[in-house]
């Protein structure tokens, strides 16, 4: 790459900016004015533990926990700052899920998609039924902080650019510490360097790429570890490995949840439903 082309990259970023800059205000003012009322939500169930924990009044977890960024790291530094300030954590959920709608148009501008159709995949994520309960639920913010982590990851795989493959591959690892709906990431992040366009990215970063997948995927098989030894999975636990709630029923429910007002008709487990939410 010459000196010329490598100067001429940050201009082109930044000109793309200001050129989405419209869109992006607009994603970004739906995802928070939409959920404004999160600030009046109080602490409620696991989020009793978690304020416990880090605020000393419960023993520590042995050995390393399980979504060890979401459920230790954010409340031992959010506690200090916050206390039992519900709002205070609310306005940074807040931020990430805007945050989270941002990348998905960074993406649909990468994807080459037009103008409208960003704006229209911005507004579907920010207001997706699928966000109620980590925006409300302060225990959710582990499904905020995956988001967050699995879209930027894809962000900087797909970047062409050695720096971007650095921190998409810290991003992904913060996705699978926050929560285990992005173990399965180092998939998707192989199948963007399997299939994309031979041009992508220069040919000396492919080895690159590949170790750093590799490496994702070692660290998702020691968290889906941890998670197999910190929650309990026997027959009648929400962990199972087997029975109605499955990897494939869940997913079923989220998709159902797209295209309908979610638990208003999806509070029960079908495979009508599921069948839909897949399709």
């Not at 989405?20 to 607009?26: G, H, K, S």
């Not at 023993?59 to 039992?84: D, I, N, Y």
């Not at 490995?241 to 989220?254: E, K, P, Q, R, S």
């Amino acid at each position: 790459m010459t000196n010329h082309t490598a100067a001429a990259e940050p201009r082109a970023a930044a000109a793309s900016l200001r050129a989405d800059l419209p869109v992006m205000l607009a994603v970004a003012a739906v995802a928070i004015l939409g959920r404004l009322p999160v600030l009046g939500a109080w602490w409620a169930l696991d989020d009793w533990g978690l304020l416990a924990r880090a605020a000393g009044q419960l023993e520590p977890e042995t050995g390393v926990p399980a979504r060890w960024l979401s459920q230790h790291l954010w409340w031992s530094v959010t506690w200090p700052l916050f206390g039992l300030s519900a709002d205070a954590q609310a306005v940074l959920r807040l931020a990430l899920h805007a945050g989270s709608a941002l990348l998905v148009v960074r993406l649909a501008v990468r994807a080459g998609l037009e103008p409208p159709a960003r704006l229209l995949a911005g507004l579907v994520f920010a207001a997706t039924p699928l966000a109620f309960t980590p925006l409300y639920w302060a225990a959710g913010v582990q499904e905020l902080l995956a988001a967050v982590g699995a879209l930027g990851a894809v962000a900087g795989f797909t970047a062409g650019r050695r720096g971007a493959l650095l921190w998409g591959t810290l991003l992904a690892l913060a996705a699978i510490a926050a929560k285990e709906a992005a173990l399965g990431l180092p998939v998707l992040l192989a199948a963007i360097l399997v299939f994309e366009s031979p041009g992508a990215r220069p040919r000396a970063d492919r080895p690159l790429a590949w170790a750093l997948v590799l490496f994702l995927a070692l660290a998702a098989v020691l968290e889906a570890r941890l998670v197999l030894d910190h929650f309990a999975t026997g027959s009648d636990d929400p962990y199972r490995l087997g029975g109605a709630v499955t990897v494939l029923g869940n997913l079923g429910v989220f998709g159902f949840w797209l295209v309908s007002p979610g638990p208003v008709f999806a509070s029960e487990l079908s495979w009508p439903m599921v069948g839909g939410g897949g399709a």
